[in-house]
Antibody, heavy 125, light 107 residues
Framework: EVQLVESGGGLVQPGGSLRLSCAAS????????MNWVRQAPGKGLEWVSY????????YYADSVKGRFTISRDDAKNSLFLQMNSLGDEDTALYYC??????????????????WGQGTLVTVSS | AIRMTQSPSSFSASTGDRVTITCRAS??????LAWYQQKPGKAPKLLIY???TLQSGVPSRFSGSGSGTEFTLTINWLQSEDFATYYC?????????FGQGTNLEIK
């Protein structure tokens, strides 16, 4: 059974940093690209970041570019999100997701059948 | 970024009803669209991908259609467990973007 378990959330002051983790099990982690998706309280879903299965390709939402860094450790079956310079707008429940999909010669197309339960990040003084 | 717009944002229906939610993309996305269902306090659940392919385990009363810029999610014979928030999401190009959500409530 595929399982994704996030951790590392908490209360942090504006301008502070936090590192989120996502522990994966039930599948060959190194074969799959992964994402972080967040949801502010009472709001909709926002994709945050993507990392390829090789770890060589990363994408970020404009709202976090330059502040957040996604990474992975295949030996530990873990995904990470280093978050720096946090602001009120980063307060959200952060989910990790596993990609499914396919690639053509020119592009890849991915959807998310597996989500963790989320870890809550609260930025407040 | 591709903007996804859902309508309606919320509405009320009764069990047994047939409901349709519309999602429009600001530019063509072929069939690279997914639908998710989210219940309070839970992670989103994938219902449909490739605009019309039902995810394994999802009841057949859910169906999706459309391509290009206009898409629909239809739920036939609404059940009590279907009252939730629904999101469309495009995966044609990064940044992947979601619609604002449609909150389906019990009448």
């Amino acid at each position: 059974e595929v399982q994704l378990v996030e951790s590392g959330g908490g209360l942090v002051q504006p301008g502070g940093s936090l590192r989120l983790s996502c522990a994966a099990s039930g599948f060959t982690f190194s074969s799959y690209s992964m994402n972080w998706v967040r949801q502010a309280p009472g709001k909709g879903l926002e994709w945050v970041s993507y990392i390829s299965h090789t770890g060589r390709t990363m994408y970020y939402a404009d709202s976090v570019k330059g502040r957040f860094t996604i990474s992975r450790d295949d030996a530990k079956n873990s995904l990470f999100l280093q978050m720096n310079s946090l602001g009120d707008e980063d307060t959200a429940l952060y989910y990790c997701t596993r990609d499914d999909g396919f690639c053509t010669n020119t592009n890849c197309y991915r959807w998310w059948p597996y989500w963790g339960q989320g870890t809550l990040v609260t930025v407040s003084s | 970024a591709i903007r996804m717009t859902q309508s309606p944002s919320s509405f009320s229906a009764s069990t047994g009803d047939r409901v349709t939610i519309t999602c429009r993309a600001s530019q063509g996305i072929s069939s690279y669209l997914a639908w998710y269902q989210q219940k309070p306090g839970k992670a989103p659940k994938l219902l449909i991908y490739a605009a019309s392919t039902l995810q394994s385990g999802v009841p057949s009363r859910f169906s999706g259609s459309g391509s290009g810029t206009e898409f629909t999610l239809t739920i036939n014979w609404l059940q009590s467990e279907d009252f939730a928030t629904y999101y469309c999401q495009q995966y044609d190009s990064y940044p992947y973007t979601f619609g604002q959500g449609t909150n389906l409530e019990i009448k």
